[in-house]
C-alpha cells in the first residue's frame, strides 16, 4: 500500500494537512495512528468518508478534529464506496477551522490535559448561579485530577471538558492547580541523549523533537524529571512509534541501556 508519510501531530496541524489535500483536489485516504486509529477518504479534492472506531462520517471527523497526537500518511491509491459525509467539503472545514479556533483561546488557558484544576483558595464563598455541567466539573476538581482524567470520569470528551473549565477559570470559579515537586531522585544527564539515541535509530532525526514534546506532556523538564516517571515515559515514546518492527527494535534497545546504565523496574 502506496503510504505517503505527509506529517506528525502535533508538529502539524491535522486541519492543515487535509486542507492541502483538498485544494490540490487530491484522492485516496489520510491515515492518521496515535492513540486512536482514523480515516477520512478524499475524492477530487471532497471529503465523502470517514472512519474512527465505531463512529463514522461527520461524527468520526468531530472526534479527529480534537487529535493533537499521531502519525498521518496518504494512501493515494485506497478508494472506497463508502459515502458517510453528508456535509459539503466547505461546511466540514468551516467548522473544522472554527473549532482550531476555539482550541487556540481554550489554550491559553489549559495547555494540556494533564493539567489539574481546583477551586481558588481564597474564594470568597459567595453564592453563585452555576450551570449543571460546571457543578458535574466542580465535584471532580480536586487538584489533583487531570483535565482528561475528569473527562474519562463524566464520559466527555476532552474539548467539553476543556471548554467548560475555560469558562470556569475566567469566572473565577476553578484555577490552575500547582504541581506537586518531586521528592524522589532525578535521571541521571544522559538519560534523554540515551533515549534519542535509541529513538533516532527507528525514527531518525525526528526523535529528539519527540522526546522534547513528550518532556512537555509530562509537565516535567529535562534538568528534573523524576526517576519513577521513567517506564511510563518510555511507554508513551514507544507509543508514538507506530511501525510495530521498530516499536519493539526501539524497546529491545532501551531496555538494554537502561539496564546498563542501572535504571531498574
Known amino acids: 500500500m502506496p503510504d505517503d508519510f505527509i506529517g506528525e501531530l502535533p508538529r502539524a496541524r491535522l486541519f492543515d494537512l487535509v486542507k492541502s489535500l483538498v485544494n490540490r483536489?487530491?484522492?485516496?485516504?489520510?491515515?492518521?495512528?496515535?492513540?486512536?486509529?482514523?480515516?477520512?477518504?478524499?475524492?477530487?479534492?471532497?471529503i465523502i468518508h470517514a472512519k474512527n472506531g465505531e463512529s463514522s462520517g461527520e461524527d468520526a471527523i468531530l472526534a479527529m478534529m480534537d487529535w493533537h497526537k499521531g502519525r498521518?500518511?496518504?494512501d493515494w491509491e485506497s478508494t472506497t464506496e463508502e459515502r458517510t459525509v453528508r456535509m459539503s467539503t466547505?461546511?466540514?472545514?468551516?467548522?473544522?477551522?472554527e473549532r482550531e479556533e476555539e482550541w487556540n483561546k481554550i489554550r491559553e488557558v489549559i495547555p494540556s490535559a494533564d493539567?489539574?484544576?481546583?477551586?481558588?483558595?481564597?474564594?470568597?464563598?459567595?453564592?453563585?448561579?452555576?450551570?449543571?455541567?460546571?457543578?458535574?466539573?466542580?465535584?471532580?476538581?480536586?487538584?489533583?485530577?487531570?483535565?482528561?482524567?475528569?473527562?474519562?470520569?463524566?464520559?466527555?470528551?476532552?474539548?467539553?471538558?476543556?471548554?467548560?473549565i475555560c469558562k470556569m477559570v475566567q469566572a473565577g470559579l476553578l484555577e490552575k492547580a500547582e504541581a506537586k515537586p518531586s521528592l524522589g531522585k532525578m535521571v541521571d544527564a544522559d538519560f534523554f541523549p540515551m533515549i534519542e539515541t535509541e529513538l533516532k535509530k527507528v525514527l531518525g532525526p525526528i526523535g529528539p523533537i519527540i522526546v522534547d514534546d513528550k518532556i512537555a506532556e509530562f509537565g516535567e523538564s529535562r534538568d528534573a524529571f523524576p526517576r519513577e516517571r521513567v517506564q511510563d515515559f518510555v511507554k508513551a515514546?514507544?507509543?508514538?512509534?507506530?511501525?510495530?518492527?521498530?516499536r519493539d527494535e526501539f524497546a529491545i534497545g532501551i531496555a538494554v541501556s537502561l539496564l546498563e546504565n542501572g535504571y531498574k523496574f
Open 115 to 164: 493539567v489539574a484544576f481546583r477551586i481558588p483558595i481564597d474564594s470568597t464563598g459567595e453564592d453563585r448561579n452555576i450551570p449543571g455541567d460546571q457543578w458535574r466539573v466542580l465535584t471532580l476538581s480536586n487538584g489533583t485530577r487531570a483535565v482528561s482524567e475528569v473527562a474519562d470520569a463524566l464520559g466527555w470528551d476532552v474539548f467539553k471538558v476543556s471548554k467548560t
Open 237 to 246: 515514546i514507544g507509543e508514538e512509534i507506530s511501525d510495530d518492527a521498530k
Open 72 to 74: 498521518v500518511t496518504f
Open 25 to 46: 483536489k487530491k484522492s485516496g485516504m489520510v491515515l492518521i495512528r496515535g492513540t486512536e486509529i482514523g480515516e477520512l477518504h478524499i475524492e477530487g479534492g471532497n
Open 90 to 97: 466547505e461546511q466540514v472545514l468551516q467548522h473544522w477551522a
